[in-house]
């Protein structure tokens, strides 16, 4: 079975500053989908960035990006110019195409990283 | 446009009795997604359905739990004789299509507490 861990329960960064989130994830398969969910305190998860990983190129959304090592299995998530805004739980999650069958798959996530954003 | 709907919000229920979830999902969304997250953890998958089918249910946690989607668009979320265990948040979400590029849409959740 997949498992993701994410071994910051809680991160603290200067607003403006940057901070990088921790996630490694456990996996025999060699075409799978990793992704940070943001989870602010209104509890709507929302999709921050994504990663394929047969793409070796890490994926960046603005202020956001991954260094996505396969080999090592890590996944970790840097947030540039930190904002009052980006204060929230960040899930890491996995996905692979049909291992459950049907096509597609539920999500694996880990525990969570709280981020505090210090004015 | 509309974002993925769940009701009702919050739910208190005695233990034992039974409690039905709702989930409505983006309209034309072919996949729906059910998830339970406890207190301080990440979610965790219980069931999916493309369309009205429900290709997969392992990670229903009992078979107290059932859930349905008889017309392909809302879904409802039923446990039965809910136990104190029970209580967590359920997320309901839903993608346009099946195979996993498509991002997951989540709804806002109902917090269901068992006393």
């Known amino acids: 079975a997949q498992t993701v861990t994410q071994s910051q329960p809680e991160m603290s960064v200067q607003e403006a500053e940057t901070v990088t989130l921790s996630c490694t994830y456990d996996?025999?398969?060699?075409?799978?989908?990793l992704f940070w969910y943001k989870q602010p305190p209104s509890r709507q998860m929302i999709l921050v960035i994504r990663q394929e990983a047969y793409k070796q190129q890490n994926a960046t959304e603005n202020r956001f990006s991954v260094n996505f090592q396969k080999a090592a299995k890590s996944f970790s998530l840097k947030i540039s110019d930190s904002q009052l805004g980006d204060a929230a739980m960040y899930f890491c999650a996995y996905r692979t195409p049909g291992s459950r069958g049907g096509g597609a798959d539920g999500l694996t996530f880990g525990k969570g990283t709280h981020l505090i954003i210090q004015p | 446009g509309a974002g993925v709907s769940q009701s009702p919000r919050y739910k208190v229920a005695k233990r034992g009795q039974d409690v039905a979830l709702r989930c409505d999902p983006i309209?034309?969304?072919?996949?729906l997604f059910w998830y339970q997250q406890a207190l301080g953890q990440g979610p965790e998958f219980l069931t999916y359905?493309?369309?009205?089918?429900?290709?997969?249910k392992s990670g229903l946690p009992s078979d107290r739990f059932f859930a349905e989607r008889p017309e392909g668009s809302v879904s409802t979320l039923k446990i039965q004789r809910t136990q104190q265990e029970d209580s967590a948040v359920y997320l309901c979400a839903s993608s346009l299509g099946t195979i996993p590029r498509y991002e997951q849409y989540f709804g806002p959740g109902t917090r269901l507490t068992v006393t």
């Open positions: 996996t025999s398969e060699s075409d799978y989908y």
């Open positions: 359905f493309q369309n009205e089918a429900q290709l997969d």
């Open positions: 309209s034309g969304h072919v996949s």
